[in-house]
């Protein structure tokens, strides 16, 4: 699960509900930005399994800076978006449709196509959209989102939750995982950094609390199942011809490092790592990610 490194949204970032064709999502958006050209500056933020759009927060206010519009969504079922109640409405080709709704709204308010970027779950989703069709997006960074499902160790986690979420109730499940949490640390990411480790305040703690319950469980059910399943797609992605970027930690559970560079190589990507993090650079290093972000979009200008 990973933790926002504040929650304060920085300013010029607006909370609100997207309209789009397929119904409204949650998003923080840091409205627009000047000097587009002809290349895109827009930034879509998709985030993983159990997250949201706070993820993301660390990152907004430099890549507004560096000159892009950033909006960080809470996908359907995720926290604040809300979603059905039937796991087969979080299929991933339903989520990638919700990803291309989104960029249609961004589009129709600033024209140009898209850079997608996916965090863990989010990167599946991602590349399913760009897989879906490429026409809306004009590059794909995955970060710490590997090639298929996740690692032994991982999976063995993600169905613990999913059977658990069979006979005890979304309060219980948190219970249960934060004395998990306090014996042997969070799943899936490496210790906390010095500042969230001063963050983890009450007002933190109580956030991370009510997005768990927010969340739907069909959404969790679904989203985990894909996480278990995920086949290899990483040939159908490089056929695609987009510009991409993978990102990750210096240490990754979900998806080890050397997977990842791996797979940044089958792609032709570009290829980061942010020293000192694990699974959620966006949350634990955000000024270090976003200047490789920022590099990367920035390299892809030919105007």
Same mark, same amino acid.
């Given at each position: 699960?990973?933790?926002?490194? *504040?929650?304060?949204?920085?300013?010029?970032?607006?909370?609100?509900?997207?309209?789009? /064709?397929?119904?409204?999502?949650?998003?923080?958006?840091?409205?627009?930005?000047?000097?587009?050209?002809?290349?895109?500056?827009?930034?879509?933020?998709?985030?993983?399994?159990?997250?949201?759009? =706070?993820?993301?927060?660390?990152?907004?206010?430099?890549?507004?800076?560096?000159?892009?519009?950033?909006?960080?969504?809470?996908?359907?079922?995720? *926290?604040?978006? +809300?979603?059905?109640?039937?796991?087969?409405?979080?299929?991933?080709?339903?989520?990638?449709?919700?990803?291309?709704?989104?960029?249609? @709204?961004?589009?129709?308010?600033?024209?140009?196509? @898209?850079?997608?970027?996916?965090?863990?779950?989010?990167?599946?989703?991602?590349?399913?959209?760009?897989?879906?069709?490429?026409?809306?997006?004009?590059?794909?960074?995955?970060?710490?989102?590997?090639?298929?499902? @996740?690692?032994?160790?991982?999976?063995?986690? @993600?169905?613990?939750?999913?059977?658990?979420?069979?006979?005890?109730?979304?309060?219980?499940?948190?219970?249960?995982?934060?004395?998990?949490?306090?014996?042997?640390?969070?799943?899936?990411?490496?210790?906390?950094?010095?500042?969230?480790?001063?963050?983890?305040?009450?007002?933190?703690?109580?956030?991370?609390?009510?997005?768990?319950?927010?969340?739907?469980?069909?959404?969790?059910?679904?989203?985990?199942?894909?996480?278990?399943?995920?086949?290899?797609?990483?040939?159908?992605?490089?056929?695609?011809?987009?510009?991409?970027?993978?990102?990750?930690?210096?240490?990754?559970? /979900?998806?080890?490092?050397?997977?990842?560079?791996?797979? /940044? =190589?089958?792609? +032709?990507?570009?290829?980061?790592?942010?020293?000192?993090?694990?699974?959620?650079?966006? /949350?634990?290093?955000?000024?270090?990610?976003?200047?490789?972000?920022?590099? *990367?979009?920035?390299?892809?200008?030919?105007?």
């Amino acid at each position: 699960m990973s933790k926002p490194p *504040f929650l304060a949204l920085p300013a010029g970032v607006r909370a609100y509900r997207m309209a789009t /064709a397929r119904g409204e999502f949650a998003v923080h958006d840091t409205g627009g930005a000047p000097g587009a050209g002809r290349t895109a500056r827009t930034v879509l933020l998709l985030p993983g399994f159990t997250g949201s759009k =706070e993820d993301f927060i660390g990152l907004l206010e430099p890549l507004a800076q560096a000159g892009f519009r950033a909006v960080a969504v809470d996908g359907r079922g995720q *926290f604040e978006t +809300g979603g059905p109640h039937e796991e087969t409405a979080y299929a991933q080709a339903e989520l990638a449709r919700d990803v291309h709704a989104i960029a249609a @709204v961004l589009d129709a308010e600033r024209p140009g196509p @898209v850079h997608l970027l996916g965090h863990s779950l989010g990167g599946l989703v991602a590349r399913a959209a760009v897989l879906l069709d490429t026409a809306p997006f004009a590059s794909l960074t995955l970060m710490s989102s590997g090639p298929a499902a @996740v690692s032994p160790s991982q999976q063995e986690r @993600v169905r613990l939750l999913l059977s658990a979420m069979e006979i005890m109730s979304m309060p219980a499940i948190w219970e249960a995982m934060q004395e998990l949490d306090q014996s042997v640390g969070s799943a899936g990411e490496a210790p906390y950094s010095p500042l969230e480790a001063e963050e983890a305040s009450a007002a933190m703690e109580e956030f991370l609390r009510r997005r768990w319950l927010a969340n739907v469980p069909a959404q969790l059910s679904a989203t985990g199942a894909q996480l278990l399943g995920e086949p290899d797609r990483v040939g159908e992605l490089a056929a695609l011809g987009l510009p991409f970027h993978v990102v990750s930690g210096a240490e990754d559970d /979900a998806w080890p490092v050397p997977l990842l560079d791996g797979m /940044a =190589e089958r792609l +032709g990507a570009r290829r980061t790592v942010v020293a000192g993090t694990g699974h959620s650079p966006n /949350a634990e290093r955000p000024e270090q990610t976003a200047r490789a972000l920022v590099d *990367f979009w920035l390299s892809l200008r030919t105007d």
